[in-house]
C-alpha cells in the first residue's frame, strides 16, 4: 500500500516557465510534508516544507501548496532554471511514527 | 564537514558474501535510519533507531542487521548477499517527530554479482 504517490515520473519545462509537481496520500494521520531533492549521486536534500495547518508556504522561487480535503500538494518551482533539474521527493510524516514516507519520485528537466 | 557520512560509496561483491555500511552523524540528532532506493527509484525505510533502540523495522530479511554503538553511527551488515540486495543504500538522520528534516548522506552503491 503506497501511501505518497506521486504520479507523474517525469516532467520537462523550458527555462523562466512554472514547473508543478504533484503529490498524493492516502493516510489522514500525516500532518507534516516535505519536499526533497536529489542529484545524480548525491543523498537527496531538504527542499521545503509544509505543516497541516497551512496550505501555502513559500520560499523564494518554491511555493508548496497543501489540499486536505483533496490530500494532494504541489511544489510549484517559479521561475524554473537549468539547476533546479534533478529528481523531487515528496515526503509525508504523522505524529510520532518515527518516519517519512516518501513518494516515487518525480524527474525534472528544465530546458535552456 | 560532512554532516551524515557513509562509506563505502561503491560496493561490488558476489553472491553469498557479508559485507558492512556505516554511518556516522556529526549533527547532534537522536534519530537515524536506513533507506533503500531500488532499481525503479522508490525510495523505502528499512530501519529506524532513536537513542541507539530500534524503532522502525520494516520487513526487512533477517540478513539484513543494523548496529548502532551510539547516538551517532548505525551501521548496516548484510549477510549471504543476493543480487536482489544491489541497490543504493541511503543513511539518514533528523530528530525524533514529525516534521523534522532528515539529512541523508550521499548513498552508498551496493552491486551485488
Known amino acids: 500500500d503506497q501511501q505518497v504517490k506521486q504520479n507523474s515520473p517525469s516532467l520537462s519545462v523550458q527555462e523562466g516557465r512554472i514547473s508543478i509537481l504533484n503529490c498524493d496520500y492516502t493516510?489522514?494521520?500525516?500532518?507534516?510534508f516535505l519536499w526533497y531533492k536529489k542529484y545524480p549521486a548525491e543523498g537527496p536534500t531538504f527542499l521545503i516544507s509544509?505543516?497541516?495547518?497551512?496550505d501555502k508556504n513559500e520560499d523564494g522561487r518554491f511555493t508548496v501548496f497543501l489540499n486536505k480535503s483533496a490530500k494532494h500538494l504541489s511544489l510549484h518551482i517559479v521561475p524554473s532554471q537549468p539547476g533546479d533539474s534533478a529528481v523531487y521527493f515528496c515526503?509525508?510524516?504523522?505524529?510520532?511514527?518515527?518516519?517519512?514516507?516518501f513518494g516515487d519520485g518525480t524527474t525534472l528537466t528544465v530546458k535552456p | 564537514d560532512t554532516a551524515v557520512s557513509q562509506t563505502p560509496k561503491y560496493l561490488v561483491t558476489q553472491m553469498g558474501n557479508d559485507k558492512s555500511i556505516k554511518c556516522e552523524q556529526n549533527?547532534?540528532?537522536?534519530?537515524m535510519y536506513w533507506y533503500k532506493q531500488d532499481s525503479k527509484k522508490f525510495l523505502k525505510i528499512m530501519f529506524s533507531?532513536?537513542?541507539?533502540?530500534?524503532?522502525i523495522n520494516e520487513t526487512v530479511p533477517n540478513r539484513f542487521s543494523p548496529k548502532s554503538p551510539d547516538k551517532a553511527h548505525l551501521n548496516l551488515h548484510i549477510n549471504s548477499l543476493e543480487l536482489g540486495d544491489s541497490a543504493v543504500y541511503f543513511c539518514?538522520?533528523?530528530?525524533?517527530?514529525?516534521?523534522?528534516?532528515?539529512?541523508f548522506g550521499e548513498g552508498s552503491w551496493l552491486t551485488v554479482v
Open positions: 539518514a538522520s533528523s530528530l525524533l517527530g514529525s516534521g523534522n528534516t532528515i539529512y
Open positions: 493516510n489522514s494521520m500525516f500532518d507534516y
Open positions: 509544509i505543516s497541516s495547518i497551512k
Open positions: 515526503a509525508a510524516s504523522a505524529r510520532n511514527a518515527g518516519k517519512s514516507t
Open positions: 549533527l547532534g540528532h537522536d534519530t
Open positions: 533507531y532513536n537513542n541507539k533502540e530500534l524503532i
